[in-house]
């Protein structure tokens, strides 16, 4: 059974730093990209990261580049998402997804429609 499962959520102060796990079972995490999104109260979800297989490319929203890193631990079956430099506005639920196709993150990596494979997703409080 493919699952997702993400972790290391919290309430963190700004400026503050968490670091995300998505710990994946049923498949190997290194074949396919895979992808962090996230979602604000009232807001869309929107795509945050993405790792090709092999960590050969990384992609970063606008919003989060310089500040997150995405990273595989192909030891634990395991995709990180170190988070620094925390503000008020990365406040948001986050997933971490794939859609067991692609190797590659692809132009619209960025779109959360079309992932078929959804972990449950953890929050992320930035708040003084």
């Known amino acids: 059974q493919v699952q997702l499962v993400e972790s290391g959520g919290g309430l963190v102060q700004p400026g503050g730093s968490l670091r995300l796990s998505c710990v994946a079972s049923?498949?190997?995490?290194?074949?396919?990209?895979i992808l962090w999104f996230r979602q604000a109260p009232g807001k869309e979800r929107e795509g945050v990261s993405c790792i090709s297989t092999s960590a050969r490319r990384t992609y970063y929203s606008d919003s989060v580049r310089g500040r997150f890193t995405i990273s595989r631990n192909n030891d634990e079956n395991t995709v990180h998402l170190q988070m620094t430099g925390l503000k008020a506005e990365d406040t948001a639920v986050y997933y971490c997804a794939t859609d067991r196709r692609s190797s590659s993150c692809g132009a619209n990596w960025h779109e959360p429609g079309g992932r078929k494979y959804w972990g449950k997703g953890t929050l992320v409080n930035v708040s003084s």
């Open positions: 049923g498949f190997t995490m290194d074949d396919y990209a």
